[in-house]
């Protein structure tokens, strides 16, 4: 049995725990998949590598409203290079990150994956035993497919594989309705395939507020294809390299066929709880989510609901949220709380913001109308809410949008912002100074008037928004 101070298990916000303050601690890092995690190697940054180049590509086609021609077919998009450029800067900082974790005297990185044995007692898959008094569990999730025949084709990817094959197909089906299904149909939208979504309800993003979700859901029908009530049953393989995926109508009397190069499945994910063998460790997990159950220090509840001392859970494994500003908020939580146990501090789930990267973008913060409404009538309050189209601000005028919102949503009587959501252009630096208002407690009329808005920036579709709102 090996020893350490402190182990961690997954590198991805996990390995940005270890500051200064951890230097004089023998550290294990365990990790069976590539070192740095989803965010990094399959998730937020190459998509967003990918995205960047598929918005200039399909604002370009968009051009022609402003007066300018640009012809952007998928001839034009060279995918070996752009795949090249994204995966050889992160494949660098990957492998760079694992050697300066394996330069560094005091840690040992174990490249497989583990499973509790006993309370603070691992097994890595080779066998050998790890305890210490200190384990953080940051494993995160992973993606979710349904076993349908055919789902083991080579023509089937996930996220996971998708940005890595060797051309941009010719015709692409994506599975799901969810941010993976929605940034996948922008990029190779924009990058010219054919694409199609599959969709098994009659609404995209379904989280998001329903005006932002059905203005989205107009853009991606305008865009792409989108087939929505069908579920895929089946995928086989044809003779010239292609795929056929049957789905069935939700209502289950129709189906469908639709012949791809290329099928994304885009299913969602889920956490990795399960394999840490948790029930070994006594460590509590939600039956419905599988997210392991921690308290607002992110210390790990055991079986009897208490907490277990020395384990501690952040990121995808224990937060519903699924995104990696919080996995990151939550390492910083315990980060502290490992080292300060007489000073704890508590994460801050209150308004936690989220932006699709799409075209256009969509970004959230907050309550949604519908749940601003049901919480004012449980309350007494009453709610004003205000939705400023961008194409009614000078630089909305400039861009000549036609589909941008700026909605916001206050209590009628305090002027507390309860939510904001943005559909259009740079949403998701457009609602920052939402966010930031929200987390500081400014209200709608100081933030409107308290403060100058460059003119005429796009920043000002928030400022009208904020005026647009009514109070007693
Ligand atoms: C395609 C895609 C795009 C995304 N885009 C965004 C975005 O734009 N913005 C955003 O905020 N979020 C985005 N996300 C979500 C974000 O990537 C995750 O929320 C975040 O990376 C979770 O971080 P984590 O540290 O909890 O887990 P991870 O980064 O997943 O790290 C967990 C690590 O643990 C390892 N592991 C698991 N089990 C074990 C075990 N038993 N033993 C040893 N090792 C183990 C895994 O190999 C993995 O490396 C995206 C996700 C995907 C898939
Ligand atoms: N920009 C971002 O912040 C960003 C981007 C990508 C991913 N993410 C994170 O990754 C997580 C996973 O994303 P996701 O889009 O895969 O998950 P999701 O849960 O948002 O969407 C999954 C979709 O798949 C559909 N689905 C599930 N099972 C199905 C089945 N058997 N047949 C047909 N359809 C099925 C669901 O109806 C849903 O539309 C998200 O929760 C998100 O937090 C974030």
């Avoid at 900082?93 to 490249?111: D, H």
């Avoid at 076993?147 to 089937?156: A, E, F, M, T």
């Avoid at 913060?365 to 194409?391: H, L």
């Amino acid at each position: 049995m090996r020893t350490f101070d402190v182990i961690i298990i997954g590198s991805g916000s996990g390995n940005s725990l270890l500051g200064p303050e951890y230097d004089a601690l023998d550290v294990a890092i365990i990790d069976g998949g590539t070192f740095g995690g989803t965010c990094l190697n399959v998730g937020c940054i190459p998509t967003k590598m990918y995205v960047y180049p598929a918005e200039i590509a399909q604002s370009a086609r968009e051009l022609s409203g402003l007066g300018v021609s640009a012809d952007v077919s998928s001839d034009a998009v060279d995918w070996p290079s752009i795949r090249d450029r994204i995966f050889g800067r992160i494949d660098a900082i990957s492998t760079g990150g694992l050697a300066y974790r394996n330069s560094l005297p005091r840690v040992t990185v174990f490249q497989e994956y583990a499973h509790f044995i006993g309370p603070k007692t691992l097994e890595t898959a080779s066998g050998e035993q790890l305890s210490a008094p200190t384990i953080i569990l940051a494993s995160g999730s992973r993606v979710l497919v349904p076993q349908i025949p055919g789902i083991d084709l080579p023509q089937v990817h996930t996220s996971d594989t998708v940005m890595r094959i060797p051309q941009l197909p010719r015709r692409v089906v994506i599975v799901g309705g969810g941010y993976i299904a929605a940034e996948f149909a922008h990029v190779f939208n924009g990058l010219g395939a054919e694409v199609t979504q599959i969709n098994r309800s009659s609404r995209l993003l379904r989280g998001q507020d329903t005006e932002i979700a059905e203005r989205f859901q107009q853009c991606a029908g305008d865009q792409w294809n989108l087939a929505t009530e069908w579920t895929p049953e089946q995928i086989t393989p044809n003779d010239d390299g292609s795929v056929t995926l049957r789905s069935i109508s939700t209502q289950g009397a129709e189906t469908r066929e639709e012949v791809a190069d290329v099928v994304l499945m885009a299913t969602g994910r889920r956490p990795n709880s399960d394999l840490l063998n948790p029930q070994a460790a006594g460590i509590a997990v939600d039956p419905e989510s599988q997210l392991i159950r921690v308290d607002d220090h992110q210390r790990v509840l055991g079986q009897d609901g208490k907490v277990l001392e020395g384990v501690w859970a952040l990121g995808d494994v224990c937060s519903p949220a699924q995104l990696k500003h919080v996995a990151n908020h939550e390492a910083r939580v315990v980060a502290h709380n490992v080292m300060h146990p007489e000073d704890l501090v508590t994460s801050d789930h209150r308004f936690i913001p989220a932006a699709v990267f799409t075209h256009p973008e969509i970004a959230t913060v907050g309550m949604t109308e519908d749940q601003a409404r049901a919480w004012a009538q449980e309350n007494g309050a009453e709610i004003t809410v205000k939705s400023q189209a961008f194409g009614d601000v000078a630089y909305g005028w400039a861009m000549a949008d036609q589909t941008g919102i700026c909605k916001v949503v206050a209590d009628r009587a305090t002027g507390k912002i309860l939510g904001a959501h943005l559909i259009g252009p740079h949403s998701s630096m457009l609602i920052q100074p939402l966010i930031q208002a929200m987390s500081f407690g400014l209200d709608a009329r100081q933030m409107a008037r308290g403060q100058y808005w460059i003119h005429p920036s796009l920043a000002e579709v928030v400022e009208n928004a904020l005026l647009g709102l009514e109070f007693d």
